[in-house]
Every structure is written in C-alpha cells, then in structure tokens.
C-alpha cells in the first residue's frame, strides 16, 4: 500500500506568517508522530497521536506550534507566526502500536522561514 | 532518562570494505527496541535493522548486522561490502512506551 506522505514536499514562507504542513499516514497505523530536524541534527520529538487518546504534546516548543489529528487519519502541524529559527525539515511517520513498533516516514516538508 | 549516543558524527569507508557504526544508550527499561535507520539526501528515513533488548541473538539483515551488548549498552552496526547507495545519515533509536529517543546521527561518507 501507500506510505506516508506528507505536503507541502518545499515551504518558504516569510517571518511572522502562518503555516500548515499536513500528514497522511499509512491506512491503518493508529500512531503519528511530527519530528523537527534542523539542518545537519537529530530528530527533535514535537508531538504524538494514538487513535482517540489525548496527544502527548510535550516536545512542542512554544504555544505557536499546533497540531491536530481527526481520528487515525489526516493529521495537520501548524506554526503561527513563524520565526527564522522555524526553519528546519518537518517529518512525519506513522506506525501500528502492536509488534515492532516500527515508525514508516513521510519525505518531511522542507520549511524556510526568510 | 532514556539518551541514545552517536559518537562519530562522520565516517568514511572504502566502497566494498566493512565499516562499524557506533552507539551507546541508556534505559532503565528491562524490555525495549534498538532500531537504526538510514536518511538519503532524499530525507525519506527508511528503517535498517531492528533488534529487540530480551533477544540475545544479534539481527541480521543481509550486508546490515548489529552488535548488541545488553550489559554495555551498546548497539554498534556493521555494515558489510559497502556500497555508494549505503552513503547516508545513520540514527540509532530506542523506543521509550511509545516514544522514539534518537541519536545525532553519523554520515557515512563511501568513497569510490
């Protein structure tokens, strides 16, 4: 089947203006994840949804970044007000919460905040 | 708290030679999942090689194994007969209840 996917694939946007990057997760995966990664780091955990259950929102880094998931589907990141430092690769995977818990991952989006 | 360690932010190996890919990390958990993924140029971070903690056997996965040493902590990956396709970033990763904690990462660099 389909992997995940993840649009915009390329995002330049100017500081202070909002943006939304959404997430297709494979059908049937109950967990999405959104990462941040900077230019040449780790992945930096922002956020987790599993099926109907509240988010774990704890890697969020401030109040202008949000994101929702209806259900086991579509999930949207959005950041308010961006900022140079916003600028970064935004991955998303997804994964089955039985057995390896293997993470399947999107492209990221490419976001440059100027 | 659970921390995954990549001390080699690059390495290089000659195409068809073996290289090893270091990583240590720290949990209090009894049972858990060691993974290591690869990143391309293309960003599309694609798994490598899973092993899990309560299994003494190391994986294998073709020119890909692992050398896991519980009582160490370590998780080193050794790749076998190098290819130009195996130049990429490599994490480590375990997984905490739900919640993946990666390494820095190593690029591996393949000289022709």
């Known amino acids: 089947g389909a992997g995940v996917s993840q649009s915009p694939s390329n995002k330049v946007t100017e500081k202070g203006k909002d943006v939304e990057l959404r997430c297709d997760p494979i059908s049937g995966h109950t967990a999405l994840y959104w990462y941040r990664q900077r230019l040449g780091q780790g992945l930096e955990f922002l956020i987790y949804?599993?099926?109907?259950?509240?988010?774990?929102k704890s890697g969020l880094p401030s109040d202008r970044f949000s994101a929702e998931r209806t259900g086991e589907s579509v999930s949207t990141l959005t950041i308010q007000r961006t900022q140079q430092e916003d600028s970064a690769v935004y991955l998303c995977a997804s994964s089955s919460v039985t057995g390896s818990y293997e993470q399947y991952f999107g492209p990221g989006t490419r976001l440059t905040v100027t | 708290a659970q921390t995954v360690t990549q001390s080699q932010p690059e390495m290089s190996v000659q195409e068809a030679e073996t290289v090893t890919l270091s990583c240590t990390y720290d949990?209090?958990?009894?049972?858990?999942?060691l993974f290591w993924y690869k990143q391309p140029p293309s960003r599309q971070m694609i798994l490598v090689i899973r092993?899990?903690?309560?299994?003494?056997q190391n994986a294998t996965e073709n020119r890909f194994s692992v050398n896991f040493q519980k009582a160490a902590k370590s998780f080193s990956l050794k790749i076998s007969d190098s290819q130009l396709g195996d130049a990429a970033m490599y994490f480590c990763a375990t997984i905490l209840t739900y919640k993946y904690i990666f390494g820095t990462g190593t690029r591996l660099k393949v000289l022709a």
């Open positions: 949990t209090s958990e009894s049972d858990y999942y």
């Open positions: 949804f599993q099926g109907n259950s509240a988010p774990d």
């Open positions: 092993q899990e903690a309560y299994k003494q």
